[in-house]
C-alpha cells in the first residue's frame, strides 16, 4: 500500500464534508405528548387511576391554546376516594428515566373550578415505587393556571410514570403537561449522552428535519415550521404520517437551528417544496409556499428588528444563525411539479439571499442537470457488496456543474442486521471513495442518525436508545474514524494486492499539524498482510511503539446492545501491519507519522 503524500497530489478536502442528519423518525426526538386534535376522544398516553364509579376522563376542547384547544377534563366522582386518591398517569415514550437525586422540572397547565389539591408524584411503572411526590394547591378559578413545581428524585427507575391524583370530589381540566430533567445539555433539553455521541463524529454540518417526513405522505401533514416555533406550549403539533407518530413540534425549527449552534455545525433546511408523497401544489400555485419559506429565512437569518426575527429574538437568540444551505424538498425529483416548483424557490432565494447555497434533489452525478443548484442531493441504501463497489462512482462525474451532497447512505436490508460490522466496513469504503471524490462531493451524512429502541421504524440507524441507554451501531463507530477529514488534506492511495478487491484505504493529513490519519478497510474474509510506504510523510511507525484503532469482531454479522454496547466498538491495539479479515484500521494514532517538508 502506496501513500503518495507529495504536495502536487495533496488537494484539500471541503470542511464540511462529514455532517450528520437528524430526522425526526424512529421517535428520535418526540417527546411527551401524543393524540391531537384530531382524536380527541383518545387521552393517549395518559391513563386513568381509580374505577368508572370514582372518576371519568376524556377530552374536550377547552384549552387555552387556540391552535391546540384538546383539553383533559378529569371528573372525580367518589366522595370517599380511596386512600391514594384516583387521577392520571402519564409513562411518557415507554417509561421514563428517573434518577436519584436528579431534579425534574413540572410544567402544566390547569383550570379548576373550585379549589382542589393536586398530588404530583414520579413512581414505578405500576406505581407501586413513590420516587418523588408533591402536593400542590390549586384556587378555584375560571382561568386556566400554569403550575410549575420542581421534582428531586429520591430513587432510580428507569421506566417511571408521572401521576396526577386528588381525593376531592369535583372537575379539573389539564393541558400542556411537560416533564423534563434539569441537567439537560445547555438546558436545550437533549440528553447529555446523546448530545455526546453527535459531538464524538464532529459533524460539520447538521441536515435537518427529514427526510419523508418534511414531505408528509399528504401536504396536510408535512412539518410546517411556522407551527413549530414561539412557546412550546402554543405549538399545535402535527401527526408525522410517514413516520405514523403524533410529534408536538417541541423540537422544532428554532430548536433544530439551535442544535446546529451547539454542535458547532452548520444547519442545513430541507424544506417542503409544495410537493408530499402523494399530493403536489401546481406550480401556478406555489407562491404563499415560496413566501412561507423566506419568512423561515428571515426567521433564522433576520436581524432582531425584522418581523421574523424578532420573533426569533424573542426565543431567546437574537443573534441570526448562519443558515448558508437550504434544500429544496427531499427526494422528488421525478414529481410533476418539481422543476416548475424548484425554480420558483431557487429564483425567490437567490434574489434575497445570494449567499445561501441550493441543494437540489435531482441527481447529477451521472449526467447534467437541466436547471440550475450549487449542490445535488444523492441517497443510496443498498446491500454490502454493492455499496463497498460504489467507492468509485464519483470517479466519473462530471468535474463542473454543482457538487454531491451525498445527504443519505447507509448498508440496509439483509445484511445490515440491526447494524451489522459488514454494513459499516462497506459505509467505510464508500467513505474512502468520496474523500477520493471530495473535489466534486461537498457533504456526506448517513441516514437515519437516531432510533428509540421502542419505535425501530427504520432499520439501521446509527445512534441506538431507550430511556436511560444509547450504543453506537458499527455504522456509528466507523463515522468516529472518518470525522477528522473535514478540512484535512487528502493523499491518494494505491494498493497493489491480489486482495485490492476487497481492499479500500484513504490517507489525510492536517496542514498546521503532524497528525495525519491512514484508513484501510478489508472487506474479505482472509486476513491480508500489507507493506505500507509513505512518499512525503517521514515515517515514525514503530512496531514497538505505535498503536492503531481498530474495528472489528470475530462475526460480521455482530452487532452492538444495550448488554453489550461495545462489541465492535474502536479500540486501541498495538500497530500491525496485518489486517484481520473484516476489519477497519485506522493508524497510527496521532503523531505517530509526522509531515515531511520535502518530499
Ligand atoms: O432515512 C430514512 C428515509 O429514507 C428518509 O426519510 C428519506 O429521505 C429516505 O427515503
Not at 386518591?85 to 428517573?98: A, D, T
Not at 431534579?103 to 405500576?126: A, G, R
Not at 463507530?477 to 479500500?504: D, K, R
Request: aromatic share 12%.
Amino acid at each position: 500500500l502506496k501513500v503518495d503524500a507529495s504536495p502536487q497530489l495533496a488537494r484539500q478536502i471541503p470542511d464540511t464534508l462529514f455532517g450528520i442528519f437528524f430526522e425526526e423518525i424512529n421517535h428520535a426526538g418526540a417527546g411527551f405528548e401524543a393524540g391531537g386534535p384530531h382524536t380527541p376522544s383518545n387521552i393517549d398516553p395518559w391513563s386513568i387511576i381509580g374505577d368508572d364509579s370514582s372518576i371519568f376522563v376524556a377530552t374536550d376542547r377547552t384549552s387555552c391554546f387556540s391552535r391546540n384547544t384538546v383539553a383533559l377534563r378529569m371528573e372525580v366522582l367518589c366522595d370517599n376516594c380511596p386512600a391514594g386518591g384516583v387521577g392520571i398517569y402519564n409513562p411518557g415514550f415507554w417509561g421514563m428515566n428517573i434518577e436519584d437525586g436528579k431534579t425534574y422540572n413540572l410544567v402544566m397547565y390547569v383550570k379548576s373550578p373550585e379549589t382542589v389539591e393536586l398530588t404530583v408524584s414520579l413512581t414505578s411503572s405500576d406505581g407501586s415505587q413513590n420516587l418523588a411526590s408533591t402536593t400542590i394547591p390549586v384556587s378555584g378559578a375560571s382561568n386556566w393556571t400554569k403550575l410549575e413545581q420542581k421534582l428531586v428524585a429520591q430513587g432510580t427507575n428507569r421506566t417511571s410514570r408521572l401521576q396526577i391524583t386528588t381525593n376531592k370530589k369535583g372537575v379539573v381540566w389539564f393541558d400542556q403537561v411537560s416533564l423534563m430533567p434539569a441537567d439537560t445539555y445547555k438546558g436545550h433539553g437533549f440528553r447529555t449522552e446523546l448530545i455526546s455521541m453527535m459531538l464524538d463524529l464532529k459533524p460539520r454540518f447538521l441536515r435537518f428535519p427529514g427526510g419523508c417526513f418534511v414531505e408528509g405522505e399528504w401536504l396536510r401533514n408535512a412539518f410546517r415550521w411556522r407551527e413549530s416555533i414561539g412557546p412550546w406550549e402554543e405549538r399545535p403539533g402535527h401527526f408525522g404520517d410517514v413516520w405514523h407518530y403524533w410529534t408536538d413540534d417541541g423540537l422544532g425549527y428554532y430548536e433544530f437551528l439551535q442544535l446546529s449552534e451547539d454542535l458547532g455545525a452548520a444547519p442545513i433546511w430541507v424544506f417542503n417544496n409544495g410537493i408530499s408523497h402523494n399530493d403536489e401544489v401546481d406550480t401556478a400555485a406555489i407562491a404563499p409556499f415560496v413566501k412561507d419559506v423566506l419568512d423561515s429565512l428571515e426567521f433564522a437569518r433576520g436581524s432582531a428588528d425584522s418581523t421574523w426575527g424578532s420573533v426569533r429574538a424573542a426565543m431567546g437568540h437574537p443573534e441570526p444563525f448562519p443558515v448558508k444551505y437550504v434544500a429544496i424538498g427531499n427526494e422528488d425529483c421525478g414529481k410533476k411539479f418539481y422543476r416548475g416548483n424548484y425554480l420558483k424557490f431557487y429564483n425567490a432565494i437567490r434574489e434575497a439571499y445570494p449567499d445561501i447555497q441550493m441543494i437540489s434533489n435531482c441527481d447529477a452525478s451521472s449526467s447534467p442537470l437541466d436547471h440550475p443548484a450549487d449542490l445535488y442531493d444523492f441517497h443510496v441504501y443498498t446491500d454490502s457488496k454493492t455499496l463497498f463497489s460504489m467507492k468509485n462512482t464519483f470517479d466519473r462525474s462530471s468535474r463542473n456543474g454543482p457538487k454531491a451532497f451525498v445527504s443519505e447512505y447507509a448498508v440496509w436490508r439483509s445484511d445490515a442486521g440491526r447494524g451489522s460490522l459488514l454494513a459499516s466496513l462497506a459505509e467505510a469504503a464508500f467513505l474512502t471513495g468520496l474523500e477520493k471524490n471530495s473535489d466534486v462531493v461537498q457533504m456526506a451524512s448517513y441516514a437515519p442518525l437516531f432510533v428509540n429502541n421502542n419505535d425501530q421504524t427504520w432499520n439501521p440507524d446509527a445512534i441506538v436508545f431507550n430511556s436511560w441507554q444509547q450504543y453506537g451501531t458499527p455504522s456509528y463507530w466507523m463515522q468516529t474514524l472518518f470525522g477528522e477529514s473535514s478540512g484535512a488534506i487528502f493523499h491518494p492511495v494505491t494498493i497493489t494486492s491480489s486482495y485490492s478487491g476487497s481492499l479500500a484505504a484513504s490517507a489525510i493529513t492536517w496542514q498546521d499539524s503532524e497528525n495525519s490519519f491512514l484508513r484501510i478497510i478489508n472487506f474479505g474474509s482472509d486476513p491480508v498482510s500489507l507493506t505500507i510506504s509513505a512518499t512525503g510523510l517521514q515515517a515514525r511507525v514503530n512496531a514497538l511503539g505505535s498503536t492503531a484503532t481498530v474495528l472489528t469482531s470475530s462475526n460480521v454479522m455482530d452487532e452492538n446492545s444495550f448488554s453489550n454496547p461495545n462489541k465492535q466498538s474502536r479500540c486501541k491495539s498495538r500497530l500491525f501491519l496485518t489486517l484481520s479479515p473484516h476489519s477497519i484500521l485506522r493508524l497510527p494514532s496521532p503523531n505517530s507519522w509526522q509531515r515531511c517538508e520535502a518530499a
